[in-house]
């Protein structure tokens, strides 16, 4: 079954308001990346978290240290340019090589 | 900085043919990976390479091989195209040999008519 589970999958916010996403994961995790794809179809690396949070500019993230069985994603103060599909991908703890598991995306418009 | 090239961006074949993406990058880095994304759905892992001449399966390898013929570029081909292949295929590459950053290309979209 899906190990990575990301919700909302769509998502329509309004300028200037805030909101956060999840991924919940199946299995213990031993790290998390968010990726923003953009209008040409390339994934931009947001954050990588092996624990804890990491903040840049608007955008927070937070892996839970403690489970390891989700992440999540705030964006404050969203704005037009923040619109995309939002990827969160695992790296399972247990796995003997690094490979990343995909959820299914959030699709977010930013609307004025 | 460095980039990743994806070529073709489109490719267009027939039912049946083989077909080839070819990704490059000049990161230096030693990992290189190809994802199949469909639409609605998340990234599929079909191959991947720690290093030049390695080859490794990932969860959707069948009726696919990849060749990784040196450190800066990793090419994947369809062995035998089917209409329910159409999919942006995206490559990506990351220094060590897995769980560090990954950076991705911008796709390659195949059509199957």
């Known amino acids: 079954g899906d190990q990575v589970e990301q919700s909302p999958s769509a998502l329509s916010l309004h300028e200037g308001t805030d909101s956060a996403l999840r991924c919940n994961f199946t299995t213990t995790m031993r790290s998390v990346q968010w990726f923003r794809q953009n209008s040409r179809g390339s994934l931009i690396s947001l954050f990588y978290l092996a624990s804890g949070t990491k903040e840049n500019g608007r955008l927070k993230s937070a892996f839970d240290s403690k489970e390891r069985r989700y992440s999540t994603l705030h964006i404050r103060d969203a704005q037009l340019e923040d619109s995309g599909t939002y990827f969160c991908?695992?790296?399972?703890?247990?796995?003997?090589?690094?490979?990343?598991?995909f959820g299914q995306g959030t699709s977010l418009s930013v609307v004025p | 900085g460095g980039i990743i090239t994806q070529t073709p961006k489109f490719l267009i074949g027939q039912e049946g043919q083989k077909l080839t993406l070819k990704c490059q990058q000049n990161?230096?880095?030693?990992?290189m990976y190809w994802y199949r994304q469909d639409s609605g759905k998340g990234l599929r892992l079909i191959y991947y390479s720690i290093t030049e001449n390695d080859l490794q399966k990932g969860d959707l390898s069948e009726g696919y091989d990849a060749s990784r013929e040196k450190k800066s570029s990793f090419s994947l081909t369809v062995t035998s195209a089917q209409k329910n292949e159409m999919a942006v295929f995206l490559c990506?590459?990351?220094f060590g040999q897995g769980g560090n950053t990954l950076y991705f290309g911008e796709g390659s979209r195949l059509i199957v008519v």
């Open positions: 990161f230096n880095h030693d990992t």
């Open positions: 990506a590459s990351s």
């Open positions: 991908a695992a790296i399972i703890a247990s796995s003997s090589f690094s490979k990343l598991v």
